[in-house]
């Protein structure tokens, strides 16, 4: 599980589309107090930080729209609460950068 702190328009198909998929996931494990996953790095970076996550997802939604993509699954602002910037990191934004390098996948880093 991995929400990137790339901007999505730098974003392969693969990856903006992944991710899309994973934060639901991970929405979904924070706002219902799933136990699965609940103690992954990702997770706990986010708990807190519901504003900053519905933040990204936007993000990631309009980037799928001006490509084209359908978007038909949307969060409930309701749980949008806490911080609404992200500062913590699993990976620093140079380790995002040269792990994105490495896949050779056609995101633009």
Same mark, same amino acid.
């Given at each position: 599980?991995?929400?990137?702190?790339? *901007? *999505?328009?730098?974003?392969?198909?693969? @990856?903006?589309?992944?991710? @899309?998929?994973?934060? @639901? &996931?991970?929405?979904?494990?924070?706002?219902?107090?799933?136990?699965?996953? &609940?103690?992954? *790095?990702?997770?706990?970076?986010?708990?807190?930080?519901?504003? &900053?996550?519905?933040?990204? @997802?936007?993000?990631?939604?309009?980037?799928?729209?001006?490509?084209?993509?359908?978007?038909?699954?949307?969060?409930?602002? &309701?749980?949008?609460?806490?911080?609404?910037?992200?500062?913590?990191?699993?990976?620093?934004?140079?380790?995002?950068?040269?792990?994105?390098?490495?896949?050779?996948?056609?995101?633009?880093?």
């Amino acid at each position: 599980m991995r929400i990137w702190d790339i *901007p *999505p328009e730098k974003m392969c198909r693969q @990856h903006l589309l992944g991710e @899309h998929r994973e934060l @639901h &996931a991970l929405w979904s494990i924070i706002i219902n107090d799933k136990k699965a996953y &609940a103690h992954h *790095p990702e997770t706990l970076r986010w708990k807190g930080k519901l504003k &900053a996550l519905y933040l990204r @997802h936007e993000a990631l939604v309009k980037e799928m729209t001006e490509r084209g993509y359908k978007h038909h699954t949307s969060l409930d602002p &309701a749980f949008a609460t806490g911080k609404a910037v992200q500062d913590e990191f699993v990976n620093t934004y140079e380790e995002q950068v040269r792990i994105l390098k490495e896949k050779g996948c056609g995101c633009r880093v």
